[in-house]
Each structure stands twice: as structure tokens, then as C-alpha cells.
């Protein structure tokens, strides 16, 4: 990295810092950006707002144009959001002709039945059994604008895959107690691309589709106000700073690897964020354009320390590292509320602690602090934390014994090919886990009492040598007796190496109406002028999260408020109005 780039001391870095930062360095001379083609205007007029161009930004700001809407979308980057970092995965099924061309059998009905345990009551059936029912045409229409997915089928369970795969179980559904109201169907719809490009690759492509429809885009711009006429929201006001300025180039610069790094490697990343702050904070200049609508679309509030020590409860812990960019600080939650919206579920995170790949892991057996199973082994990932977090203090270990340790090292090579796999398998396979000839000298060990482990082990194997199976309800084929030493303790608690880091993010948001994306008040009334989306907003994932969920449910929100949004603005077009801009 040049000299210009850094500032302070240089820090001691462990091997995947050190890595981190070699790799991602190396995008500092390919910009993310999502080119602008702001054009400079004696007046403006927009039917449409859009703060934040994520997935959920950029599907509103597509159906708005569309819709024939003029669509002004703001965002505090460069585009791409938080989207642009996750794994690119996009929850669909139903019967997608990606889930037919694998043979997956699935239907709308099975999907919701499936869906409706997840989401808990969190959106009503009629809106979740519309996202079931429209799950296929979203997918097509995502490769209309330039999205691409494959029927690759994943024959184990990840928690992400190898570039062979493309179609997989991303959530519960092979697991009990899902498995018993619906058929499990691989629903896990990744975006091609090599490595973990899937995110940006998918959220670019939405980005650039918006922008050839006429959508006009204005990167760096912070919106700071809502200007609110008659209980009715009719503009914004915001901050911008133009990035053909002087500076530009090197916030361009600095914000992409700040991004990068900020959720891999914090401390790094938060200087370089701060260097772009203060160069934001110099060029930015006072906007206010008013509008027919405004549609928030600007992220979470996992990185807003106050939201998060006010709200997040035990997922505040200092051991999850937070998911998403500066962008995710609570900006469109609180814009929403000074609007006289209500935010909900502002308690339901998901963190994440994945045990595969690779998938003999699975054969294992949890165990908390006391030796007491945490839960059967095969759900996904942000379960598995869950219960370790809220009924294990967050402690947690995979018991293996020596045969299923074998058989996980010779998975390695084929199940855990990606980057960021690298180091983390490196870890639990290394200084990762303790080792003990007996299941008694292992519980010392780990400082787990040693009778709770061993009965916890035995009722393991009892069980599945009996007709009545693993206790846990494990599925059957992931059951293996715990029985021949040397056994392996992995150390899974949340407090953990860098290596193998767990994760959290923001589910709640603003109350919406379902039907329309508008933000409701306290009297459940739509507030005319103001609709959320994506992690702004409650939706199909506030109440828990599978990979693939965020995304499908960013699309299905957004298109959602951008149509109504467009419709509205042909009822009531607004006279043009003068853009005031100052310093």
C-alpha cells in the first residue's frame, strides 16, 4: 500500500490481516463505482428519491423508471451498498427453472410452509405467500437486468460454495424442526462469479440496468433531512461532494479498501474510512431537491454504537464482528422516524457461526460451557449462534472424534476453495481446537465439566444405535458414534480467533404497509410521501435470516415501493422546483 494511503504506526498483523490486506489492495485501481451521469440542471424535478443504492436502491430505482418515474437515487458511496460485500446469493424457489434444470422439486406452497417458520409472523401470510408465488418470476426478472444463475447443485451442505456449485441449501431446510412442515429444496440462488465477486457482480448489475433507464445517480451525497409539508414528506435535504473534484480520486480509493477491510480487518479498515471522511467532509456542499416520494433504502444500523448498545442485547457482544459498511449506521431508520415512523424488531440480529465446509464436520456434537448440547449440528449457521449466544454465554465447542476429523482434513481440499476459507481452515486445524487420548482429558482441557460432555456423547450415540436416533434430531446421515480417540474439541465461541471470525447484522426496521412499501405511524397509517426498504424496513427476514433471505427480500421490496412510488407521482406530478445549493 503507498505511503500516501496509510496513516499512524504500522500494526502487528497476524497472517490473514496480513493477507487481507495484500488482497485487497490490490482493488484499489478497479473502482466499484457505479459511474454517475449527473448532468448539471437549472432545475429539478423528481418524482422519485431514493436514499441508497444497494440491492433493494437500485430494484426501487429499476421499477420507478420503468414506470416512467424520474428517479434521483442518492447514496452515501460509491453504490452497491452492503450487498456489494455479501456472498451474492439470492433466496428463490417454488419451482425456478434453475431448481428444475437441477431436479429440486419445490412449489410456492412448500416454500411458504418452509418460510413461515422462519419468518414467525414477522410479515402477514398474504404478503409471504406472495413472495413465494412471484419467488420464480423474480429470479427471471433479475437476469433481465443482467443478473446471471446456474443449476449447479451443491452435494454437501455449506455455508458457501465452490465455484462448481451454484444452487444449494442455504438455510434450515434439510434440518428438524423445518423439515417436518416442508420438503427440503435447495433454494440458495448464487450470483456467477469467481470467488466471493457474486455480491458486487449481482448488486452491480442492478445498479448499471438502473442507470441505462434514465435514473440519475449522485454518489457521495449523505442525506441529513426530510422536508416534511403538511405531515407529508416532499424532499430531502443532503450533503454531496463531487467525485470529478479534487480529492475524489483518492476517496475513491481510500473508501474501497476502508470498505473491505472494515469488515475483516476493523481497525484498518476505520482509519482508512476516517482519512475519506475527512476529505468527504472538505468538498461536501448543502442540497435540497424536493419530490413526489422518497423511498429509504440506505442499509442497517450495525455500525451506529448507540442503536446497537440501545437495542442488540446479548449480539452486542465484542467478539461478533459487525457485517456491512458506514453506510449501515441507522441514517434511513432514523429519517423514517423523525418522519413520525416506527421502528420494530430492533432486537433481532443475526450472527453467524458456520461448521461447514467442511460437511464432516456436521458429524460432530455441540456442546456449551456445561457439556449440554446446544443444538442439532445441521441447522444453518445463524440458528447455530443464536442458541450459543442467548442459552451458552456464547461459548461452544464441535466434539469430533478420529474418525470424522479424517474424514473432514480430506474435504478440504475440494469443499474449502474460496479465499477467505483459506485461513480459516488453516486455523481450526491448527491451534483451532484441543486434542485428548479420552473424552474425560478433553472436557479439562476445554474447562468443560467432564461428566456433562461425557453424557452428553453418550446419549449422543445411544441414541443413534437405537431406532429412536440422535436425540437431537440430527439427520440421519450426519449421524456418526463419537467412539474412537484421539477426539478433537474445535472451538466454535464467539469470542474467537480473527481467523475464523463470527458475524453479525441488523434485521428490524421501519413498520411498512405491505402492500404499498409506505411507512406506517403509530396509528398504522401510511405517511404519505416516505416508503422503506430492504434493511430499512421490516420484512420477510426481521425475524431470522438464511443466507440468500436480505437480498430476495431487498428485490421484493423494492421493486414493491418503486412502482407504487411511480404510480403515485402520476397522480400528483410537483411543479419543478429550483435545487438550492450551498456550503
Known amino acids: 500500500m503507498s505511503a500516501e494511503l496509510w496513516c499512524g504506526p504500522v500494526p502487528s498483523w497476524s497472517f490473514v490481516q496480513f493477507s487481507a490486506l495484500l488482497i485487497y489492495s ?9 459511474k454517475s451521469n449527473v448532468t448539471v440542471k437549472p432545475q429539478n424535478d423528481y418524482d422519485v428519491v431514493i436514499v441508497g443504492f444497494g440491492v433493494a436502491g437500485a430494484s426501487a430505482a429499476i421499477e420507478a423508471a420503468d414506470s416512467g418515474a424520474r428517479v434521483l437515487v442518492l447514496d452515501r458511496g460509491y453504490g452497491g451498498g452492503a450487498a456489494a460485500l455479501s456472498g451474492g446469493v439470492i433466496y428463490a424457489g417454488g419451482g425456478t427453472r434453475y431448481q428444475q434444470a437441477a431436479g429440486v422439486q419445490d412449489s410456492p406452497q412448500n416454500m411458504f410452509n418452509y418460510l413461515r417458520q422462519e419468518a414467525n409472523g414477522v410479515v402477514s401470510d398474504e404478503t409471504l405467500r406472495h413472495f413465494c408465488e412471484t419467488s420464480p418470476a423474480m429470479v427471471d426478472w433479475l437476469e433481465q437486468q443482467g443478473a446471471q444463475f446456474q443449476g449447479t447443485l451443491s452435494p454437501y451442505k455449506a455455508s458457501y460454495t465452490a465455484d462448481t456449485h451454484y444452487l444449494y441449501y442455504s438455510g434450515n431446510e434439510t434440518a428438524w424442526p423445518y423439515n417436518l412442515e416442508a420438503v427440503p429444496a435447495a433454494r440458495g440462488h448464487r450470483q456467477v462469479a469467481k470467488g466471493v465477486k457474486s455480491g458486487h457482480t449481482l448488486t452491480m448489475s442492478l ?3 438502473a442507470i441505462a433507464k434514465g435514473v440519475e445517480f449522485k454518489p ?16 430531502v435535504v443532503y450533503r454531496s461532494m463531487n467525485p470529478d473534484d479534487d480529492g475524489g480520486d483518492s476517496h475513491r480509493k481510500l473508501s474501497k479498501v476502508g470498505g473491505k477491510l472494515g469488515n475483516w480487518v476493523p481497525p484498518i479498515g476505520a482509519r482508512l474510512n476516517a482519512k475519506a471522511e475527512k476529505l468527504w467532509e472538505k468538498n461536501a456542499v448543502e442540497v435540497s431537491v424536493r419530490a413526489n416520494a422518497v423511498i429509504l433504502a440506505a442499509g442497517g444500523f450495525v455500525l451506529n454504537s448507540e442503536m446497537m448498545a440501545k437495542h442488540a442485547g446479548p449480539f452486542q457482544d465484542p467478539g461478533l464482528l459487525p457485517l456491512g459498511t458506514v453506510g449501515d449506521d441507522g441514517t434511513g431508520i432514523n429519517l423514517g422516524i423523525s418522519a413520525g415512523g416506527v421502528a420494530t424488531n430492533l432486537d433481532r440480529l443475526a450472527a453467524w457461526r458456520f461448521l461447514s465446509p467442511p460437511s464432516a464436520f456436521l458429524e460432530g456434537v455441540t456442546v456449551g460451557p456445561t457439556g449440554a448440547r446446544i443444538i442439532n449440528e445441521d441447522v444453518y449457521g445463524a440458528r447455530l449462534a443464536e442458541v450459543m449466544i442467548t442459552e451458552h454465554q456464547g461459548q461452544g465447542f464441535l466434539i469430533l472424534d478420529a474418525k470424522s476429523w479424517k474424514k473432514a482434513r480430506g474435504q478440504v481440499r475440494k469443499q474449502c476453495r474460496q479465499a477467505f476459507q483459506f485461513p480459516q481452515t488453516m ?3 491448527t491451534a483451532g481446537h484441543k486434542k485428548a487420548d479420552t473424552l474425560d482429558a478433553l472436557a479439562a482441557k476445554i474447562g468443560v465439566p467432564p461428566a456433562g460432555l461425557v453424557q452428553t456423547v453418550r446419549a449422543y450415540n445411544d441414541g443413534i444405535a437405537s431406532t429412536s436416533g440422535d436425540p437431537g434430531h440430527k439427520a440421519a446421515g450426519l ?6 480417540g484421539p477426539f478433537r474439541a474445535v472451538m466454535i465461541s464467539i469470542k474467537n480467533s480473527s481467523l475464523y471470525p463470527a458475524t453479525v447484522f441488523t434485521l428490524g426496521g421501519l413498520r411498512v404497509d405491505e402492500s404499498s412499501g409506505h411507512v406506517l405511524n403509530s396509528a398504522d397509517q401510511p405517511i404519505s410521501g416516505i416508503y422503506a426498504v430492504g434493511r430499512c424496513a421490516i420484512g420477510i427476514c426481521s425475524h431470522s435470516y438464511v443466507s440468500g433471505l436480505s437480498l430476495a427480500d431487498g428485490v421484493y421490496s423494492g421493486r414493491r415501493a418503486g412502482a407504487h412510488a411511480a404510480k403515485s407521482a402520476q397522480l400528483r406530478r410537483i411543479s419543478p422546483v429550483q435545487e438550492v445549493t450551498g456550503t
Do not use: H, K, P
Not at 457521495?220 to 403538511?230: A, F, G, K, P, Q
Open 26 to 34: 490490490s482493488v484499489i485501481r478497479r473502482s466499484l463505482m457505479v
Open 207 to 209: 445498479c448499471q440496468s
Open 220 to 235: 457521495l451525497s449523505r442525506v441529513s433531512e426530510l422536508i416534511i409539508e403538511d405531515g407529508a414528506v416532499v424532499g
Open 427 to 429: 486455523y481450526l486445524f
Open 479 to 484: 449421524c456418526t458414534a463419537i467412539e474412537q
